[in-house]
């Protein structure tokens, strides 16, 4: 059996030609030879890894994400840099996550109102609704220093050339 020393296709024997790639046979019949073998694809053909300096070129973009999510989208830095792309994800996740809290706490801020000023109208109640909804609307207020901690984490890592993911919400990915 013979096969095409340029493709390895199985070619009969007395062919000149190769019927798969065209190329000569030497001689009147083809060379005989072992079947051909696989190579693993050649580092041309492999997916490229991104730059060693990455992260030190796209710092800027990669921090702008935790303040402005949607630059680095619009600019379309996420597309070319994998440190910006995962810096985009991360603060575009602590937007919707800081957008989903903002909502809760004007929710439960409006029920508090509902129920402890209206018990407060009521001359017996005017201290102790009024005192119990201050301190309660203060302690949930504190609880915006969270997505602010979170922010700052985030620029740090970015600043730092680090991709590591934010407590609570790093776990999440958006942006493929």
């Known amino acids: 059996m013979a096969f095409c020393s340029k493709c390895g296709a199985q070619i009969e024997e007395g062919t000149q030609f190769c019927p798969t790639c065209g190329a000569e046979v030497a001689g009147s019949a083809a060379p005989t030879q072992a079947a051909p ?11 490229v890894a991104p730059p060693a300096n990455d992260a030190e070129a796209n710092k800027g973009m990669a921090i702008l994400a935790y303040i402005l999510f949607f630059v680095p989208l619009i600019a379309g830095a996420h597309k070319t840099s994998p440190f910006v792309k995962y810096h985009t994800n991360q603060g575009t ?38 005192g119990v909804y ?33 407590p609570i919400i790093g776990k999440f990915t958006i942006i493929k």
């Open 37 to 47: 073998t696989y190579e693993a694809p050649s580092a041309a053909s492999a997916p």
């Open 93 to 130: 996740i602590l937007f919707i996550a800081t957008a989903i809290f903002g909502v809760l706490y004007s929710i439960v801020t409006a029920i508090l109102a509902a129920v402890f000023i209206s018990s407060a109208m009521t001359l017996s109640g005017l201290g102790t609704g009024l």
């Open 134 to 166: 201050g301190v309660l609307t203060t302690i949930l207020s504190l609880l915006w220093f969270i997505p602010a901690i979170l922010c700052i984490l985030g620029i740090v890592n970015a600043a730092t050339g680090k991709t590591k993911p934010l």
